[in-house]
């Protein structure tokens, strides 16, 4: 028997084409900014999958949430290494 729910990942392609006119309004490089968005969709998609939740945009918008947190922690780390070395000279 094969699965009768489509997949995470065939929900997420489905949401991401029905914003394509979306997309195509956008400027250019907004256009760049929104397909990272649905890149960060597709990163964490094992664990939506897992969640199995009714709708495919909450899951999307917590994935974008972690990617954002984990860049903000990155960025933030980057900025305390770079006044440290600032004080030490």
């Known amino acids: ?7 995470y990942r065939d929900m997420l392609r489905g949401t991401e084409e029905r914003w394509s006119s979306y ?5 250019k ?4 900014h929104f397909d990272r968005l649905f ?3 597709r990163a964490h998609a094992d664990a939506a999958g897992y969640l199995n939740h009714q709708s495919v945009e909450i899951p999307l918008l917590m994935s974008i949430l ?3 947190e984990r860049r903000i922690a990155d960025l933030e780390r980057t900025v305390e290494e ?7 000279r």
């Not at 028997?1 to 997949?7: D, E, H, K, V, Y």
């Not at 997309?23 to 400027?27: D, E, P, S």
């Not at 770079?82 to 030490?88: F, K, R």
């Open 66 to 68: 972690v990617e954002h």
């Open 1 to 7: 028997m094969g699965r009768t729910n489509p997949t």
């Open 39 to 41: 890149e960060h969709g």
């Open 82 to 88: 770079l006044a440290i070395s600032q004080t030490m």
């Open 23 to 27: 997309r195509r309004a956008l400027r």
């Open 29 to 32: 490089h907004d256009g760049e």
